[in-house]
């Protein structure tokens, strides 16, 4: 549909006004909030992934798509949008990057999932409980310091110990962090880049 081709460009190009405006005439129109996520949103925010992987667009690139990502969403309740899972999200203890937390986060629900952004320096115990408190599908954490990173294998074994490990399934990614290390701390998933952590959180709700 031509309103969404013209809203993906306008959140590919960071245009956050122009993506206000279309998003709220899809709605007006009778369009669903899912269907403006699922071919509007989530798509623009794929190009955008894409671009990063293939260095065509650097970290102020990415925010600012981010940002006009944000007030799309913004339009849009909660109930509105039928998400396809729950994902908690956190940079893990002691860490305060979240430049690429966020970037996840946001492809995350420009994918349609609902995402519960704990922010930096997120606890194990935090995590459990807001793994709890939501329901969570999955627990999604994000490390920048190899000195950080143990926290993650914390985390894991606290959902363990907590007793919902069953239902709630472990994504983490981060610049130091490897497959290896996941299998090593029994993540269930590991995602090099934002766009990839979207593949993998779809391929870990329960089918
Ligand atoms: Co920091 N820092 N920093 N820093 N910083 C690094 C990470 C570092 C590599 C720089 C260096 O020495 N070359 C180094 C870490 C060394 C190491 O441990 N291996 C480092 C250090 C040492 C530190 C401090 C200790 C410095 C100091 O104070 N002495 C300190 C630590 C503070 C703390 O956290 N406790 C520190 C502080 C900071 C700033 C506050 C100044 C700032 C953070 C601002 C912020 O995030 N709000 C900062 C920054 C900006 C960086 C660099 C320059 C850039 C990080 C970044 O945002 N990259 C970084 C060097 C570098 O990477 N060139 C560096 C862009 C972002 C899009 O990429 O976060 O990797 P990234 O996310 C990617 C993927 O990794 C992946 O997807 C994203 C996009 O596709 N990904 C996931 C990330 N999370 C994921 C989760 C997933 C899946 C994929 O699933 C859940």
Excluded at 33 to 49: D, F, L, Q, T
Excluded at 60 to 75: D, N, T, W
Excluded at 173 to 181: D, I, M
Aim: hydrophobic content about 45%; overall charge negative.
């Amino acid at each position: 549909m031509a309103g969404l081709e013209e809203l993906k460009e306008a959140i590919i190009s960071g245009n956050r006004d122009k993506a206000k405006e279309l998003t709220q005439k899809a709605l007006d129109g009778g369009m669903t909030a899912r269907a403006i996520v699922v071919e509007g949103i989530a798509p623009a925010m794929e190009v955008v992934g894409e671009k990063f992987r293939a260095n065509e667009f650097f970290v102020p690139e990415l925010l600012i798509a981010q940002r006009a990502m944000k007030e799309a969403l913004g339009l849009m309740s909660d109930e509105a949008v039928d998400h396809v899972g729950t994902v908690v999200v956190g940079t893990v203890k002691g860490d305060l990057h979240d430049i690429g937390k966020n970037l996840v986060a946001a492809m995350l629900e420009g994918a349609g999932f609902k995402v519960v952004d704990l922010g930096v320096d997120v606890s194990p115990e935090q995590f459990v409980k807001a793994g709890q408190d939501s329901s969570a599908n999955i627990v999604a954490m994000s490390a920048l310091l190899t000195t950080t990173m143990g926290s993650m294998r914390d985390t894991v074994k606290a959902l363990q110990e907590a007793g919902t490990r069953g239902e709630t399934r472990v994504l983490i990614g981060g610049a130091p962090v490897t497959q290896s290390y996941a299998d090593e701390i029994e993540a269930d998933a590991y995602a090099p880049d934002a766009a990839s952590a979207v593949e993998e959180a779809k391929k870990l709700l329960p089918a």
